[in-house]
Every structure is written in structure tokens, then in C-alpha cells.
Nanobody
Framework: QVQLVESGGGLVQAGGSLRLSCAASGNIFSINNMGWYRQAPGKQRELVASITSGGSTNYADSMKGRFTISRDAVKNTAFLQMNSLKPEDTAVYYC??????????????????WGQGTLVTVSS
């Protein structure tokens, strides 16, 4: 199986920065896409940013210019650098990974997994 573990969340003042990490582990053959999503209280989960294996990125409009997604393909890790944080950025941030895993018998299967989430709180 494939697991994602997020880290780096916490409490920060408005205008501050945080860097989130998402480490993928397991019998990974390849990772095609990694993305960050967030869910604020009472709201639906929304895309923050995503990155492909080729390095192409996609951002939600409200995050453009403030957030930067990157990945270390060797370590199967994605990062989200968040600058100029606002109180409305307060949410649980989840990592998503899509790719191909290898089973114990060597067969290949697609995977689409989520991390457990990390809480980001921005105080005003």
C-alpha cells in the first residue's frame, strides 16, 4: 500500500509563512500527480495546488502568487510553501497522490491516496 504523511502545519500570524511537506511511502512504482487540498470548517474541500511528474503546476486563483508547490521526485515528497498567509487560509490541509504501485507479486496497480491532514491556523 501507499501512504502519505503531511507535516509542517501549525499556528502563524497573518502575513507569516509556513512550509508543508507530504512524504509518500510504500511500494511506489511511480507518482504522476501530487496535490494539496484544504478544508475549512463548514466548507467543502478545495484544491490549493497540484504538480505533475513533469513539474507542471496548477493553482487555485486565490493562492496564486502566495503559495508555491514543489516536489522532490527522488524522495517522493511534495512541498507547499505558503507566504503572506491570511486568516481565511485557516483550514486542514490534505495531500493527495496519484500514481502506480507494485504489489507483492509484482503486479502494477493505480493508486489515489490521501494523507491524514495537517491543521494550519492563521491568527489575525
Amino acid at each position: 500500500q501507499v501512504q502519505l504523511v503531511e507535516s509542517g502545519g501549525g499556528l502563524v500570524q497573518a502575513g507569516g509563512s509556513l512550509r508543508l511537506s507530504c512524504a509518500a511511502s510504500g511500494n511506489i512504482f511511480s507518482i504522476n500527480n501530487m496535490g494539496w487540498y484544504r478544508q475549512a470548517p463548514g466548507k467543502q474541500r478545495e484544491l490549493v495546488a497540484s504538480i505533475t511528474s513533469g513539474g507542471s503546476t496548477n493553482y487555485a486563483d486565490s493562492m496564486k502568487g502566495r503559495f508555491t508547490i514543489s516536489r522532490d521526485a527522488v524522495k517522493n515528497t511534495a512541498f507547499l510553501q505558503m507566504n503572506s498567509l491570511k486568516p481565511e487560509d485557516t483550514a486542514v490541509y490534505y495531500c493527495n497522490g496519484q500514481g502506480v504501485r507494485r504489489s507483492a507479486t509484482g503486479r502494477l496497480f493505480d493508486f489515489d491516496v490521501w494523507g491524514q491532514g495537517t491543521l494550519v491556523t492563521v491568527s489575525s
